[in-house]
């Protein structure tokens, strides 16, 4: 999650590097610097080495200060634009993304859904 939040936040809304590249979580990780995990097969996912949760939570941190230095510069004329988007689909608005972030991503569908794997895993009640 912080992954998509150090991309939509410091690459695309703020037009930097992501703190992935520029704090170097990508070796201090082994992960590739240009990969996200999207697409990757249960093999790939089987592969993915064992981080101590220090450093999961350091870049997590990172992400947000990055995050929340992004938001403090932006103003409301910033909300309805778009940034340099290199997929073939229209670029979204700023707001658009902060929306989909906090929503989605964020409090929404993809924390439940790791809460919903942990249930099943650990069972009801643990």
């Given at each position: 999650?912080?992954?998509?939040?150090?991309?939509?936040?410091?690459?695309?809304?703020?037009?930097?590097?992501?703190?992935?590249?520029?704090?170097?979580?990508?070796?201090?990780?082994?992960?590739?610097?240009?990969?996200?995990?999207?697409?990757?097969?249960?093999?790939?996912?089987?592969?993915?080495?064992?981080?101590?949760?220090?450093?999961?939570?350091?870049?997590?941190?990172?992400?947000r200060a990055r995050t929340l230095e992004v938001l403090d510069s932006l103003t409301e004329d910033d909300l309805s634009q778009t940034r340099p988007w290199k997929r073939g689909d229209p670029p979204p608005t700023v707001a658009w993304v902060l929306g989909h972030v906090l929503i989605e991503i964020e409090q929404g569908q993809h924390l439940g859904q790791v809460a919903y794997l942990r249930g099943i895993l650990r069972g009801i009640g643990n």
């Open positions: 999650m912080a992954r998509v939040e150090d991309g939509w936040y410091s690459m695309y809304i703020g037009q930097g590097e992501p703190v992935w590249i520029t704090d170097d979580y990508c070796t201090r990780f082994r992960l590739p610097a240009t990969e996200t995990g999207y697409g990757h097969s249960a093999e790939d996912v089987a592969e993915f080495p064992a981080l101590p949760m220090a450093d999961v939570l350091g870049y997590f941190d990172a992400v």
